[in-house]
């Protein structure tokens, strides 16, 4: 036959293959278990629970900028972001469609935290994955310009990352971006069952949610959401799999031609993202507060 010419094909792919992690993989795996136990024990030891304390907040914020985002995407005008220090946070709008908003803070600090745990998979994919928390962070920021503690918070992380970015030409730094991404994920996890399953609190989004819709309660809301969580957590797993199959001499090797640290031997003028990151944080502060 004619097309049997074609040098074109289409080659099925084996999935069993592109399921199965590689060497680099499986320390990316056992690295994520090891923070699933570390956050375990440090979220109930007390004291050593300070070391979190941080990432908690972060994943806090992540949920508030989840209600912004879904609520600015249904024409809702934001008021503010407010972070508290018991690990709280709200949202305040008004107008949109509260029945997108209000599932928007879980689901959308789950899904975000699964994208970070795809990314970690590879050194090139979290320098993207970062460049995209900066803008996250900058919106965040200008919603809540009013709270000090979502500037500490934006501000630490924001130095945490570049931080990180310098070391082995950004090797570090997928680390970060996958305990970050763990540490969203389960935060979310934990929250929806302590706060909808485990209690009911009348003041969470499965309540209000429940309030609107009218149709089952909010535990119900609640043990859907916390599927859809862990389904996320377990899709940003198998798509790190799945799409970062490079060895960590093949992702050292590309890292230090993408957006390389600056005063590398491979940075060109232009491309040093860190350097930009810093510089860009220090004109929204100078705007703000002038």
């Not at 946070?89 to 928007?104: V, Y």
């Not at 879980?106 to 970062?130: E, P, Q, R």
């Amino acid at each position: 036959m004619s097309y049997l010419d074609d040098k074109h094909y289409l080659y099925p792919r084996d999935a069993s293959s592109d399921l199965t992690p590689n060497a680099t993989q499986r320390v990316t795996l056992i690295v994520a278990g090891c923070y699933v136990i570390a956050i375990a024990i440090l979220w109930h030891v007390p004291f050593l629970s300070w070391i979190i304390y941080p990432f908690k907040l972060l994943t806090v914020g992540f949920h508030e900028m989840s209600h912004a985002i879904a609520g600015m995407l249904t024409c809702a005008t934001i008021h503010s972001i407010e972070l508290d220090p018991d690990e709280g946070g709200e949202t305040r709008m008004s107008g949109g469609i509260p029945w997108i908003s209000l599932p928007a803070g879980y689901l959308g600090s789950s899904l975000i935290g699964a994208c970070l745990i795809a990314c970690g998979f590879d050194t090139n994919a979290s320098k993207v994955a970062c460049l995209v928390l900066a803008v996250f962070f900058l919106f965040t920021l200008w919603w809540a310009r009013r709270n000090w503690l979502s500037w500490v918070l934006i501000l630490g992380m924001s130095g945490l990352i570049v931080l990180f970015w310098f070391v082995a030409e950004g090797e570090a730094l997928r680390y970060l971006v996958l305990f970050i991404g763990v540490m969203s994920d389960l935060y979310v996890i934990w929250d929806v069952i302590d706060d909808t399953i485990a209690r009911k609190v009348n003041s969470s989004d499965a309540s209000a949610f429940a309030r609107i819709c009218g149709c089952f309660p909010s535990q119900v809301w609640g043990v859907i959401w916390l599927i859809i969580a862990i389904i996320f957590f377990a899709a940003g797993v198998l798509v790190g799999i799945v799409a970062f199959k490079q060895s960590a001499t093949q992702q050292k090797e590309d890292a230090s031609h993408f957006l390389p640290v600056p005063g590398s031997n491979n940075a060109i003028p232009g491309a040093q993202a860190p350097t930009f990151l810093a510089i860009a944080a220090s004109t929204l502060v100078w705007n703000l507060l002038a």
